[in-house]
Each structure stands twice: as structure tokens, then as C-alpha cells.
């Protein structure tokens, strides 16, 4: 009976509950936590305070001098910016302090980094239960994030270093011609098929130096008649013009120069590029300061590194086409383009005119400039900057970003004016350059003279409306409308209507 009742004790005393820890452990367990805790949080508040009151103070210390430091450089920022945005911008634009900037913010992300372990192990994780310890290296993990954004920050910073010194040039900035920045803005395809690069979209932007005002001028690459201004290299080289009927079209200009570099000055860098900017410059009657050169074949990268553009589609258009079969479609509404679709909506030719396709690589440019808002740019700087480099040429220099960065803030602040030089506002073709050039001047008064009316194809002229009743009468491009340029009578792309039921952006 004896042996019974033992074997009972040992069975009931294998089946009760583990002994609980006594309450002095419990209490000193919440205190060991918290401490471990607060060293973690204070290190995120003030980096160099946990040091302070549990551990190294030398290296406290050092750690807030240093934080201190990088605050108050912040802060005078922020101030100076209140009092002269265009000088935070210069600071910017520098190279030497990009390379400190990029420099500092890797420092800073390491020695973060360094603090935060400390703390942790200052908060002696090996005296916590065990549940508490892997709590305690999971809060570790979570603000590691911290420093690891800062260090993806100076990645950043270097990658668009690397991509300004590649894309900007020396030299000094160009003044503004009449209180205005004219920049040619040229968009060619040097993809598969292809030789060299000849520009399909050819556009200038005018842009007032003080309000930042601007209208868009675009100009079909079957221009022709073109003759050069009085005094210009293409004026010395073609003393008739450009003007051999539809073998001299505005976008061979390029491909006409480049073939014929010997017959330009000496030390002429681009001889195509100048050929198109002095035609530009003979068909509106302004003087272009500087250039920018987009290779359509990258143009993907860059609208993917954004997050994509918002473009109300009017048309359906097609993916492919022509040579391949296609391979699915735009539809119509509101839509999302990622960096395919956005390409080939811009570039798509089946089924549509030059002059739609005008419209729609107009949209896309205009969505491109009102979706790169500050918090785009800051957040996707790195990206934008590397997806750019090799796409882009420009003369700009980099003395001149921060006073174009400075007008292009006050732009994105107004609407843009667009006119386009395509039918019925003029015949590409068989044109009087002196409505091309009052067009202009009409324009440019108009934009300056109050706010910017809402994208229009053309102002409202006299010389706009002679020139759109003289094309009333050619019949409207069927569905089918190949994008080929014909002579007058049988061109099916004479009256194309108003460009602007396209797309719209945003």
C-alpha cells in the first residue's frame, strides 16, 4: 500500500504546472526590458544619448557633436531655402557638394547602424527571458530600417552625381534671348532598324524667364520649304533653303548634316544637331539657348522609374503593328501606362496620322513634366538619374540647373500653351513662313500678357483661321489612315481636327 501511494505523489507531482517564477524576477524582468527598450528609442530620438547614460561617453559624445551637426546643417538649409530657393538649388546643382553630401550620408548610416547594436547589447538581451530576447532583436531589425534608408539615400545621391556629370556639360550659362529660355526639344529612336538617330518628335519650348510661363510650339518632321536665316552656317551652306520638295523634310536635317560633317565649321560638335536648330530657329524667328535630346529606345526605364504615367487615351491604339503583328491594345478612358505601354503609345504609327501621333508623344512629354512632382523626384531620384544616363543629350550646363530648375517649379505652376504646326492650323507642305512666326508672336503675347489659357492646338488668329479654312474642304482620315505623307488632294491627313481629343495628361 506503501508503494501505491508513493507511485500516486510521483504521478501527480509530474502533472503539475512548472513552479512560477517568483515575483522579484517577474519585476526584474519588466525592468530589464524596458531599459533594453528605451536605449533603443533614445538612440532613434538622439543618436549617441544611450552611450551617454549606459555606456561609452566618449563615444555619446562624438555621436550627438556629429548629429548636432547634420541637424543644424538641415535646419540653416531649410532656412536658406525660405529666403532664396534658386541658392538651395545651386548648393544642389555642385558637384563638390554632392560628393559631401553623398559621403556624409553614408558616414552617418554606418555610424547609426553601429549605435543602434551598441544599445542593444548595452541593454543586456542575455539577461531577458527568452520570448524577450527575440522581441527585443526584432525591434533591433526594425530600426536598422533607419540607417539603412539613409545609406539608399547616398546611393542615390551618387547615382544622380554620375548621371549629372554624364548628361551636363561645362561651360557658362546662356543668357535668355528677349526675357526668354527657347529649348529645342528633339525625340528620336535609335532602336533595332535604325541607322543613327533622326528625330521623329520635334518640339520647342518657350518659356518665360520670370513668371515661367510657357508655351509649346511642335513642328511635323515632314515640314518642308525651309529656308535658313540671313547670317546662319545652314544660310552659308544652302543659300536657296531646304527646299527640294519631299526630299528635304524638317527630321532630315539631321541625317542631312551628320552625312555632310566636312562642309561644317571646324569644331562643330553635332553638325545634324545644328541643322535642325537653325531651321527651327528660320521657322519661328527665335533663338534657341539650349537642346535636349531623348533617345525614345531607354524611354520605358525612365517613365518606369516614376511609377508610370496617368494619360486619358481618346483613341484606341494599338501595341505593334505595321511589319509585326499587333499585340494588344490602348483602350480608351483613364489609364495607368506603365514604361511598355507609355512607349508604345507614344511611338505607335497603325491606324492613326503623323499628326495623332504628334498629340500623343505630346502627352506623354506633358504627363511626364506634371508627374515629376517634388516627392517623385525625392523619392525616386537614384532611379530617375541612372535610367536617364545615355537617353538623354543636352548642352545644358550645369551652371544653368538651378535657374532652369528654379523656372521649371514656377512652370509646373502654370498651364502650357500648345500650338502645333500640323493641318488645319498650316499644310507642312505649302505654308507661308510668315504665319508660322506671327503665330508665334500671337502666342508668346498672349502667354505673357495674364494667366495661361487651358492646351490649345492653336491661338485663336486671324493668320490660324485663314489657314484652317483653307484645308476645310479636304475630306477626314479614315480609320484605316496610313501614316504616310501625301501631296495635296489625296492627303489623307489634311484635316486632322483638334489635336487635343487625342489624350489629355493627368
Not at 148 to 164: E, F, K, P, Q, S
Not at 218 to 235: P, Q
Not at 373 to 386: E, S, Y
Request: hydrophobic share 45%; charged share 20%.
Amino acid at each position: 500500500m506503501g508503494g501505491d501511494t508513493g507511485s500516486a505523489v510521483l504521478e501527480r507531482a509530474g502533472n503539475a504546472a512548472p513552479p512560477r517564477a517568483p515575483a522579484w524576477q517577474a519585476s526584474a524582468d519588466r525592468r530589464h526590458r524596458r531599459r533594453a527598450l528605451t536605449l533603443l528609442l533614445m538612440t532613434l530620438a538622439v543618436p549617441g544619448s544611450a552611450q551617454l547614460v549606459a555606456g561609452s561617453r566618449a563615444l555619446g559624445r562624438g555621436a550627438m557633436r556629429v548629429w548636432l551637426a547634420v541637424l543644424g546643417t538641415l535646419v540653416a538649409l531649410a532656412l536658406l531655402a525660405l529666403v532664396s530657393r534658386s541658392a538651395v538649388l545651386w548648393l544642389l546643382t555642385r558637384e563638390s557638394v554632392l560628393v559631401a553630401a553623398q559621403v556624409v550620408l553614408v558616414v552617418v548610416a554606418v555610424g547609426w547602424a553601429v549605435l543602434f547594436v551598441d544599445a542593444w547589447r548595452l541593454g543586456r538581451p542575455d539577461r531577458l527571458p527568452q520570448r524577450d530576447r527575440r522581441g527585443m532583436l526584432g525591434a533591433l531589425l526594425a530600426v536598422l530600417l533607419v540607417p539603412g534608408l539613409i545609406g539608399w539615400t547616398g546611393v542615390g545621391v551618387g547615382n544622380a552625381r554620375g548621371a549629372m556629370a554624364a548628361m551636363f556639360g561645362g561651360g557658362p550659362a546662356a543668357e535668355a534671348a528677349e526675357g526668354r529660355y527657347n529649348i529645342l526639344l528633339l525625340g528620336g529612336d535609335s532602336g533595332s532598324g535604325r541607322v543613327g538617330l533622326r528625330p521623329d518628335s520635334i518640339q520647342l519650348a518657350s518659356v518665360d524667364a520670370r513668371t515661367g510661363r510657357a508655351v509649346l510650339f511642335g513642328f511635323s518632321r515632314e515640314t518642308e520649304n525651309i529656308r535658313f536665316r540671313e547670317g546662319s552656317v545652314m544660310a552659308g551652306l544652302m543659300p536657296q533653303g531646304w527646299t527640294c520638295g519631299d526630299e528635304c523634310l524638317l527630321n532630315a536635317l539631321y541625317t542631312w548634316g551628320s552625312d555632310n560633317k566636312d562642309k561644317f565649321p571646324a569644331g562643330t560638335e553635332d553638325p545634324g544637331l545644328l541643322a535642325t536648330t537653325e531651321a527651327v530657329e528660320a521657322l519661328t524667328g527665335l533663338d534657341i539657348q539650349y537642346h535636349v535630346m531623348v533617345d525614345l529606345r531607354g524611354f520605358a526605364s525612365v517613365v518606369n522609374s516614376v511609377g508610370g504615367l496617368d494619360i486619358t487615351v481618346q483613341r484606341r491604339t494599338p501595341i505593334g503593328g505595321g511589319k509585326s503583328p499587333i499585340l494588344g491594345w490602348i483602350e480608351p478612358g483613364r489609364q495607368h501606362l506603365d514604361g511598355y505601354h507609355a512607349l508604345w503609345y507614344a511611338r505607335s504609327r497603325v491606324d492613326s496620322t503623323n499628326y495623332e501621333r504628334m498629340a500623343r508623344q505630346r502627352c506623354v512629354v506633358t504627363a511626364l513634366v506634371k508627374q515629376l512632382d517634388p516627392q517623385t523626384l525625392l523619392l525616386n531620384f537614384g532611379d530617375i538619374a541612372k535610367a536617364s544616363t545615355g537617353l538623354i543629350r543636352t548642352d545644358v550646363p550645369q551652371d544653368a540647373l538651378a535657374d532652369l530648375a528654379e523656372l521649371a517649379v514656377k512652370t509646373k505652376q502654370e498651364k502650357i500653351t500648345s500650338v502645333n504646326f500640323v493641318p488645319p492650323l498650316i499644310k507642312p507642305w505649302d505654308y507661308d513662313p510668315e504665319v508660322v512666326r506671327s503665330t508665334v508672336a500671337a502666342a508668346i503675347a498672349t502667354s505673357e500678357a495674364g494667366p495661361a489659357p487651358s492646351d490649345t492646338e492653336a491661338p485663336a488668329s486671324g493668320s490660324a483661321s485663314t489657314s484652317k479654312a483653307s484645308s476645310a474642304s479636304t475630306p477626314k482620315p479614315s480609320a484605316s489612315t496610313p501614316a504616310v505623307m501625301e501631296r495635296p488632294g489625296t492627303d489623307p491627313d489634311a484635316d486632322t481636327g483638334d489635336l487635343a481629343s487625342v489624350c489629355s495628361a493627368g
